[in-house]
């Protein structure tokens, strides 16, 4: 296999397919895509912890291997991206990413263009698989044409807007939320590192500055966003609920399935006593 930019050659298959829970063989097909998808986002959070704490955020795929498949943690977007689209890669697929602006919680059709998610050619149709938009995300990939439909028990559609943007709706009781707008313009890894350092250094990122935990299972997702968390069952209207200190601190290993060192524990616990107090 000669390697390509997305470095399927240095992906640790196994290793990663047992971290998702992932079994049986995988081929560059529609059964595969729709395993690999489920089983992601089920296994791997969404999650800012090392922005919370000061840290870097490495995009190269050695780093994020050690951290996501190696050392049981999430993380955001642009590093589950580079992750899942080495495994693609490695596995055959033929795929582009795109950029997307989020709409979810502001409405806003005009913020920048942070979220990315990868776009599949297969069989002559197009695939919008997308693992790390957390807990209001994709639960298996989506057909990229307008009217599209993903069904079971979470629903989304895709709908065209006359200036050509595809947005992405999660269809809930209450009505459809936009989670994000995105044409087909293709993007490349040299782009997530500028994108990364927006999320990461910019204040106005929405990532550096609260603790942000999500993660989508099949029965549940759930969103902590400081220290309220929201629940989402399907069918039925979301619930938020403010979590005490403890709770909080727990909640990355209890909830959302991300393993945290001792003293990534304790100076997570600095961080959101800082918060609750309303220091910087």
Wanted: charged share 25%.
């Amino acid at each position: 296999m000669t390697d390509s930019m997305w470095q399927g050659n240095g992906v640790d298959l196994d290793a990663y397919l047992s971290r998702v829970g992932h079994l049986g063989d995988v081929a560059p097909d529609l059964g595969t895509l729709r395993r690999l998808h489920t089983a992601h986002v089920d296994a791997i959070a969404f999650e800012n912890i090392d922005a919370m704490l000061g840290r870097a955020v490495p995009l190269d795929l050695e780093s994020v291997q050690d951290k996501i498949v190696r050392r049981g943690r999430g993380g955001w977007c642009l590093e589950q991206v580079v992750l899942v689209a080495a495994v693609l890669d490695r596995i055959g697929f033929t795929f582009t990413a795109l950029a997307a602006r989020s709409r979810i919680r502001t409405g806003n059709k005009f913020g920048p263009a942070v979220h990315v998610a990868l776009c599949v050619e297969l069989d002559g149709e197009q695939w919008l698989f997308d693992v790390s938009f957390g807990g209001y995300g994709l639960h298996e990939p989506i057909r990229l044409a307008e009217g599209s439909q993903a069904g079971g028990d979470w629903s989304f559609d895709l709908v065209r807007e006359p200036r050509g943007e595809h947005v992405l709706r999660f269809l809930r009781p209450e009505g459809p939320a936009e989670l994000y707008g995105f044409t087909t313009d293709q993007r490349y890894p040299a782009d997530f590192e500028i994108l990364n350092h927006f999320c990461l250094s910019h204040p106005r990122s929405p990532f550096n500055h609260r603790v942000i935990l999500q993660r989508t299972q099949p029965s549940v997702r759930h969103v902590l966003i400081g220290n309220v968390l929201t629940e989402i069952r399907p069918g039925e209207p979301a619930t938020h609920r403010e979590l005490d200190e403890d709770e909080t601190l727990s909640a990355p290993e209890k909830i959302f399935g991300v393993t945290l060192e001792p003293g990534e524990a304790e100076a997570l616990r600095t961080v959101v006593a800082a918060a609750a107090a309303g220091r910087p």
